[in-house]
């Protein structure tokens, strides 16, 4: 019969990519995931790894032994939901990966709220980029994860995820002091994106690649005829912010952001019609129904202001 212990870590190997970050994530040594990989091998009686160089990579049968391990992995996570349901509170650990303008302006209500309705249910917080989110979520390393989608860029939807819209936010384009005046004057009245060019002289600030926001922010400004000049790069929003109020960068900025956080540098929606990036909540889909998860999702739904609410 097939070991499950041994099938997790088969699964882990697909997802992490090498041994040694197997072993690390699991804290384990590489030659103990190894001999509990061959172990598994002897028990399929197929071969599940072939090596590439000096790395392994999973076989035909590997891979069809993963995808029985992924249905395996969404039951088990359904039978601990099913556990925590029979029990009269809610309690117990969710781990959750949390982008920057999110955390700063929904999680301490969500928190609060939380410790007052479930003072047993324990809430641990990583500052992650939204790009590896789902990721985390796969490898098991949180429970729910906070994902960004921006217009005309649509997120990956990887299999044995379940998503759950939280909020709407607008994207402002955030202007060093000395050019406000100039740029309201000239987004005064009727725009279009192309009018974003007015800024086309000036360095800007935006993440790095290939973070989604750099993607969409280029875009716009291709669509607008010009490639931004990109002299800084920085995940963290407060420090493109301190960047644009010292007046050496233009930044796009999430409009979340000013629910704790008024800054000095001049806001202006982006030129034309309003953008709204999408940010929802993720988890993995055999979790979903779990207390906690549950109580966590609606806690942060609680915190956002009701016009961003998603309906």
């Known amino acids: 019969m097939l070991d499950v212990h041994r ?43 072939e090596r590439v160089g000096r790395r392994v990579r999973l076989t035909r049968q590997g891979e ?18 099913d556990l925590a349901r029979s029990r009269d509170e ?29 003072p047993k249910l324990r809430v641990e917080v990583e500052e992650r980029e939204p790009s590896i989110g ?24 990887p299999p044995g995820l379940s998503f759950q819209e939280l909020c709407r936010d607008g994207m402002s384009v955030a202007v060093p002091p000395h050019l406000a005046g100039r740029v309201r004057e000239a987004w005064s009245g009727r725009t279009t994106i192309r009018d974003l060019a007015l800024l086309a002289d000036q ?11 750099r993607t969409w922010v280029e875009n716009l400004c ?24 010292s007046g050496h960068a233009v930044a796009v900025v999430p409009d979340l952001m000013w629910l ?17 990036r999408r940010v929802v909540t993720a988890v993995r889909r055999g979790s979903a129904g ?8 609606e806690a942060l739904r609680a915190s956002v202001p009701a016009e961003l609410r998603a309906e």
Request: aromatic share 4%.
């Open 203 to 213: 360095p800007w600030i935006l993440d790095p690649k290939p973070e989604s926001p």
């Open 134 to 157: 789902a990721e985390m979520l796969l490898t098991h390393d949180v429970d729910l994860a906070l994902r960004e989608e921006y217009p005309g860029e649509p997120l990956p939807t």
């Open 90 to 118: 809610v309690s117990g650990r969710v781990r959750i990966a949390m982008f920057q303008s999110a955390l700063h302006a929904l999680l301490p209500d969500a928190l609060e709220a939380l410790q007052t309705a479930h």
């Open 7 to 49: 099938l997790r870590l088969l699964r882990e190997l697909r997802l992490r990519g090498t041994i040694s970050a197997v072993a690390q994530a699991l804290s384990y040594t590489p030659s103990a995931v190894s001999q509990q990989l061959a172990v598994l091998e002897r028990e399929a009686g197929v071969p599940l790894l």
């Open 290 to 297: 779990h207390p906690a998860i549950r109580a966590v999702r």
């Open 64 to 81: 069809v032994l993963v995808g029985h391990a992924d249905i395996i992995m969404d039951q088990l996570d359904e039978a601990e939901a």
């Open 222 to 245: 291709l669509r607008a005829g010009f490639m931004p000049d990109t002299r800084y790069e920085s995940v963290d929003v407060l420090s493109q912010l301190r960047m644009v109020e």
């Open 260 to 276: 704790v956080h008024q800054p000095k540098a001049a806001l202006f929606p982006i030129p034309g019609k309003p953008l709204r």
